[in-house]
């Protein structure tokens, strides 16, 4: 079956750059996701990488290496509006729903 | 314009009651889910519905029953309540062969069950 790694809480001061780590098992791998949920909302979407590399949108970055089973979420500049949790996410099985990790709660301090 | 809907936020209910949960998505997409997630965060699918089939079904007790009467409406239906059931369920939709794996998310819908 599907599993995901990825450390409960990482901590960081503001203007900082903060690194999520993501391990995964997989029957059959698509590719890797990351969602964002701030307490009591909705997760929103916020990265995919389905080939080796780093992908960037805007202060956010995403890496992956299938060969090692590894992705991690980079942010940069770091904003007090960034305090949530980060989920990665990969394909079940039948490539039919997502699987996600057990989230990282980011807390960004002035 | 809201992407996927859910209504109610809120639902406070007793133990053994039956209660349904409703979503909508105006995305035009073909795929629907709904996901619980617990007081962890732990968020788990549960199902998905596909052009009105149903795909997977994550050992979700059968006192669950999704109902999809079309492609922009994915409901949820929960007989006999219990109390390990009260957590936050979110609705979400995606198309399939977008190349990418993103879902769109309702707002959620705190169940409370007393």
């Known amino acids: 079956g599907q599993s995901l790694e990825q450390p409960s809480e990482v901590t960081a001061v503001e203007g900082a750059i903060v690194q999520i780590n993501c391990t995964y098992q997989?029957?059959?791998?698509?590719?890797l996701s990351w969602y964002q949920q701030h307490d009591g909302g909705a997760p929103t979407f916020l990265s995919y990488?389905?080939?080796?590399g780093l992908e960037e949108t805007g202060r956010f970055s995403s890496f992956l290496s299938r060969s090692d089973s590894y992705g991690y979420l980079l942010l940069q500049e770091l904003q007090m509006k960034d305090s949530a949790s980060y989920f990665c996410?990969?394909?079940?099985?039948?490539?039919?729903?997502?699987?996600f990790g057990k989230g990282t709660t980011l807390s960004v301090s002035s | 314009d809201t992407a996927v809907s859910q209504t109610p936020k809120y639902l406070v209910t007793q133990m053994g009651n039956d209660k349904s949960i409703k979503c909508e998505q105006n995305?035009?997409?073909?795929?629907m889910y709904w996901y619980k997630q617990d007081s962890k965060k732990f968020l788990k699918i549960m199902f998905s519905?596909?052009?009105?089939?149903?795909?997977i079904n994550e050992t979700v007790p059968n006192r669950f029953s999704p109902k999809s009467p079309d492609k922009a409406h994915l409901n949820l239906h929960i007989n006999s309540l219990e109390l390990g059931d009260s957590a936050v369920y979110f609705c979400?939709?995606?198309?399939?062969?977008?190349?990418?794996?993103?879902?769109?998310f309702g707002p959620g819908t705190r169940l409370t069950v007393l």
């Open positions: 996410a990969v394909r079940n099985q039948a490539g039919t729903a997502l699987i």
């Open positions: 995305l035009g997409h073909d795929t």
């Open positions: 997989t029957s059959g791998f698509y590719g």
């Open positions: 519905y596909n052009n009105k089939e149903l795909i």
């Open positions: 990488n389905a080939l080796d």
């Open positions: 979400a939709s995606s198309q399939a062969g977008a190349g990418t794996d993103t879902q769109y």
